[in-house]
């Protein structure tokens, strides 16, 4: 006898909860799979990773491995889209979180609203040691009898809860700690869950948790009771007799939903740019309203000491060898007292500025974390002027001009289409440049920058993502849209690695 029914709502919601957290999953792996270790600390240390998917040794040098060297490519059947695609990656995880929470809170919801949540919230702390009972049976290879099952059973009706009410929310409250515009605006969201990559930690404990329960729960629909426990999930009735129809749905769902899995992967990759241009078109309204609107005070907010400095900060992209710049060599090998840069396009006074002129400016000191999308983070000391006051050296910007190009000397580690290398470049759009905590700098944990980290000058934006944080610059231009230079998308992460031009989650 049930007390409980299973409407309509409650069989589409979980049907689509099991079609989009295999999404989540699949496109957290690929995630994962560009950096495959988690860490407690927000150094991220050679040898400091609690676990880690891969047999790759991070020496203990500074810059003697590029982030970019530790990534895996995975299968197109696993990871959502496959391949070594964390640009397309990330935004699948964006675009289906929002639509999993949106079902979420649709069948908490109404779960609440029907007085149904009885289902799967214990009433009675007897619930625990009748779960117990219930893993005892199972442990001895039996089942409970149909009777426990009101409609679920103690053991189950706990894991159900756990997974509702703990689980989910758990990668809720973790997932946004990952953005850098977040924690940069309110530095005690990270900090309250243990920092950045505790964060991270949690969300990849949360998945792990999730996962097993979803090949559990699966396993157990077949074994446990399935002549009524199939009949009730596929037509909402506990009705033995029509369990042969009810398998027959259930194994037809489970089928398409694996089918619809595997087709957004691939389809993903028949045209990675149209797949890239979607996802951002349908991701941008939503950063518009959330991290868009967040604007990085670390440095105000004391956020970081000079005790918290990463021993060991990972680097990606290496600094250009003689061959790639002839240009950039030459002026190391001079200490960089030659150095001077371009500041043009549509500007009134494109100048040449040098080093010196640059350390003439007021300068800022910061120290702040940074975020690569990969997943690591580390925590340096960063001096060096303003962005806006490098630019007034060049008179007056002209009010058409949106996006700030800064290219460097150093070359793109690859180009998505096989051409010739070419020189890194990003565009930072207007708003990020008139950040308080955006600056050019020339200077990490009270020394001039270090080869590998950007020398001479590098730029600092805290509120976004590494990639846009160009080492090695080489010119700046002011330029009226982003579509208009490289191919189009923003930068060399963009154009190549099909990432998004807005680096704030
Ligand atoms: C069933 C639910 C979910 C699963 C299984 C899942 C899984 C994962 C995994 C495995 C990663 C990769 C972690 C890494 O290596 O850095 C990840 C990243 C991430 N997740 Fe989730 N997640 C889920 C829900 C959510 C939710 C609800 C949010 C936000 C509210 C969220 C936001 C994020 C963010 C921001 C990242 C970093 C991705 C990026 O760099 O773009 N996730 N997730
Ligand atoms: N010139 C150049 N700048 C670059 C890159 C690059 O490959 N070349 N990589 C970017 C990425 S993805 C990251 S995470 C940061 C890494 O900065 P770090 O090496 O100083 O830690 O640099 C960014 N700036
Ligand atoms: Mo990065």
Redesign the pocket.
């Known amino acids: 006898m049930t007390e409980y029914d299973f409407p309509a709502w409650l069989r589409v919601s979980h049907l689509l909860n099991f079609f989009l957290?295999g999404l989540?999953?699949r496109s957290?792996?690929q995630?994962?799979a560009t950096?495959p270790r988690f860490y407690w600390r927000n150094d991220c240390g050679p040898g400091t990773d609690w676990i880690r998917f891969t047999r790759r040794v991070v020496p203990r040098e500074e810059g003697a491995y590029m982030a970019r060297d530790d990534e895996s490519s995975l299968p197109s059947w696993l990871a959502l889209p496959g391949g070594k695609n964390i640009g397309l990656g990330?935004h699948w995880?964006?675009l289906v979180?929002v639509l999993?929470?949106a079902n979420g809170f649709f069948y908490v919801g109404l779960l609440f609203l029907t007085g149904q949540w009885g289902r799967i919230v214990p009433t009675s702390w007897d619930v625990i040691p009748s779960a117990w009972e219930s893993l005892t049976v199972y442990a001895g290879f039996g089942i409970p009898g149909i009777e426990h099952f009101t409609p679920y059973d103690s053991l189950q009706q706990l894991m159900y809860f756990t997974v509702v009410f703990i689980a989910a929310p758990l990668?809720?409250v973790t997932?946004?700690a990952?953005?850098p515009a977040l924690i940069g605006r309110h530095p005690w969201y990270a900090k309250m869950l243990g920092g950045r990559q505790a964060a991270?930690s949690l969300?990849?404990l949360g998945?792990a948790f999730?996962t097993f329960f979803t090949v559990m729960h699966i396993a157990l629909v077949f074994v446990v009771h399935p002549d009524h426990n199939l009949p009730q999930m596929m037509f909402g009735v506990d009705d033995p007799a029509r369990f042969a129809q009810a398998l027959t749905v259930c194994l037809i769902g489970i089928a398409l939903v694996v089918a619809a899995w595997l087709a957004i992967s691939y389809l993903s990759l028949v045209d990675v740019r149209k797949t890239q241009r979607l996802l951002f078109a349908l991701l941008e309204p939503i950063r518009a309203v959330t991290v868009n609107r967040m604007v990085s005070r670390t440095r105000r907010a004391s956020t970081y000491t000079d005790k918290d400095i990463s021993p060991y900060h990972w680097s990606n992209g290496r600094h250009p060898t003689s061959e790639e710049s002839p240009e950039w060599t030459a002026l190391a090998e001079g200490g960089f007292e030659d150095f001077a840069m371009e500041i043009g396009g549509l500007t009134s006074h494109p100048v040449r500025v040098t080093l010196d002129e640059l350390k003439a400016l007021p300068q800022q000191e910061q120290i702040a974390m940074h975020t690569c999308?990969q997943?690591w983070t580390g925590i340096a000391k960063w001096k060096g002027p303003k962005v806006m006051d490098v630019m007034a050296l060049a008179g007056q910007r002209d009010p058409a001009a949106r996006f700030l190009m800064v290219t460097s000397f150093g070359l793109a580690q690859k180009m998505h289409d096989g051409r010739p290398l070419e020189p890194y470049y990003s565009c930072i759009p207007l708003a990020d440049c008139l950040e308080d905590e955006s600056i050019f700098a020339w200077s990490m944990n009270d020394r001039p920058l270090p080869l590998t980290f950007g020398a001479p000058l590098r730029l600092r934006v805290e509120s976004i993502h590494g990639y846009k944080m160009v080492k090695y610059i080489h010119a700046l231009e002011w330029i009226k849209d982003y579509r208009e230079v490289g191919d189009g998308m923003g930068g060399t992460r963009e154009d190549s690695g099909y990432q998004a031009i807005n680096a704030r989650?």
Do not use: K
């Open positions: 957290i989540l999953i957290g792996w995630i994962i950096h990330r995880h964006g979180t999993w929470v990668m809720l997932g946004p990952m953005s991270r969300h990849f998945m999730l999308m997943g989650i």
